[in-house]
């Protein structure tokens, strides 16, 4: 993509010589912090981009995590295939090495608070001044408009105000949040998106532009089944359905239990609820007018759940699982962590890999969800200490002679 071709540098994550990965020859300067943005980097890393992570002098604020118990793991997962800088942008003198870099770059990733890169000089205004093929890609919680644009935002409080707490939980409860940091990395993931989508204009057009993403706006349409229970009641149902359809529009559609757990079982078609009635051994109940279709199952959803689930309890979960995929009812064991973690299918697939980390120990990372036909997937380079690669980018990319570095570090901008 028409980018200065960087050195092969000590300890520099290198590209494959090997074709097909689709992102080989990019450049990404990486400001990302915690989740949303070094996801979106972490992909373009393990789709072959070259990627900078640019850290302040005491590390993002995820790398400081690791002080407390296995909270290095985030950090380790999002990072591979990255080198590591460090640079004080507070600083006149760091925010013009910066600028140096985005000259030689294709693609600056940060999520910071809206304004923030403003305020240092370094905002996207600037910067194309510099290099006017630059991406910028900004990732935040409400988007760089609004009036909410200065609300701190972490994936809790996005949650909170997305409307994924509220439909969270079950209707007798509280709200609850989910799980996962669905919001952090739903920003992430579209943030890529935006990005893969202005570098292919850029490749029409040779000029980059400014791409942003907001997270609240990102997770919206994950809200569609819960959303379509609230148009379609007038705003009476339970806006919380626990562990059935967010718009009450499946039966059987739950989490029921097993001798040793609980297993998650969906009809959503006929036949489905033809194989497990058959697994079940009551066909009688074809002929019955309350099962007979899905608007009739749906109003008798609470049969339907004693029923399946007075099933369920008789088995164990893997038992069941096996038996009910025999037949082609879509369900899957309830598994925790460690499960997951040693899944052979995922394993099988390289999508996880056990690696020796050099500051973490033996850990297991994930590999890109996405993969490229015609090469493998990519290996994975362990994330590296703070600043590591200071001399290879600023030294060998960037040229500074080694007494500049050395006055740089005196100075306390790197």
């Known amino acids: 993509m028409d980018t200065p071709n960087m050195p092969n540098m000590p300890n520099m994550p290198t590209t494959p010589n090997v074709p097909g990965y689709?992102?080989?020859?990019?450049?990404?300067?990486d400001l990302g912090q915690i989740y949303n943005g070094p996801y979106c980097t972490f992909m373009m890393a393990m789709a072959g981009a070259t990627i900078i992570k640019v850290e302040a002098k005491g590390g993002e604020n995820l790398r400081r995590r690791s002080v407390v118990g296995g909270a290095a793991l985030p950090f380790a997962m999002l990072n591979s295939n990255k080198s590591f800088v460090t640079l004080d942008l507070k600083t006149e003198r760091g925010c013009e090495l910066l600028r140096a870099m985005v000259k030689r770059g294709d693609v600056l990733v940060e999520n910071f608070a809206p304004g923030a890169m403003e305020r240092l000089g370094v905002g996207y205004d600037n910067l194309?001044?510099?290099?006017?093929?630059?991406?910028?890609?900004?990732?935040?919680?409400?988007?760089?408009?609004?009036?909410?644009?200065?609300?701190?935002?972490?994936?809790?409080?996005?949650?909170?105000?997305?409307?994924?707490?509220?439909?969270?939980?079950?209707?007798?409860?509280?709200?609850?949040?989910?799980?996962p940091a669905v919001c952090d990395f739903s920003g992430g993931v579209h943030l890529y998106g935006a990005i893969m989508t202005?570098?292919?204009?850029?490749?029409?057009?040779?000029?980059?532009?400014?791409?942003?993403?907001?997270?609240?706006?990102?997770?919206?349409?994950?809200?569609?089944?819960?959303?379509?229970?609230?148009?379609?009641?007038?705003?009476?149902?339970?806006?919380?359905?626990?562990?059935?359809?967010?718009?009450?529009a499946e039966a059987p559609y739950n989490v029921y239990p097993t001798k040793d757990g609980f297993i998650a079982i969906i009809c959503v078609g006929e036949s489905h609820w033809t194989s497990l009635l058959a697994v079940m051994g009551r066909e009688d109940l074809l002929t019955d007018p309350r099962y007979a279709n899905l608007k009739s199952r749906v109003a008798h959803m609470d049969e339907i759940d004693a029923l399946v689930g007075g099933f369920t309890e008789g088995f164990a979960k893997q038992e069941l699982f096996d038996l009910l995929m025999k037949n082609r009812v879509p369900c899957s064991p309830v598994r925790d962590l460690d499960e997951v973690v040693n899944d052979v299918h995922m394993h099988a697939r390289r999508a996880l890999e056990w690696i020796d980390h050099p500051i973490y120990g033996r850990v297991c990372l994930p590999n890109t969800p996405m993969r490229f036909?015609?090469?493998?997937?990519?290996?994975?380079?362990?994330?590296?200490e703070l600043g590591r690669d200071n001399l290879a980018i600023y030294g060998d990319w960037l040229g500074l002679p080694a007494d500049e570095i050395a006055s740089l570090q005196e100075e306390g901008v790197i």
């Open 373 to 384: 036909d015609g090469v493998e997937p990519m290996e994975i380079k362990p994330s590296g």
């Open 198 to 248: 202005a570098l292919y204009e850029r490749e029409k057009t040779g000029v980059g532009r400014l791409v942003e993403v907001s997270m609240q706006e990102a997770v919206y349409a994950s809200l569609s089944s819960n959303l379509g229970l609230h148009y379609g009641s007038g705003n009476d149902a339970p806006s919380r359905t626990g562990n059935r359809h967010g718009g009450m």
């Open 22 to 29: 689709p992102l080989k020859g990019l450049t990404v300067i």
């Open 128 to 179: 194309r001044k510099i290099n006017p093929r630059l991406i910028y890609g900004s990732g935040s919680g409400y988007g760089r408009s609004g009036p909410n644009k200065n609300y701190p935002a972490m994936d809790l409080t996005v949650q909170a105000m997305a409307g994924i707490m509220h439909v969270t939980g079950f209707p007798d409860r509280p709200p609850v949040k989910a799980g």
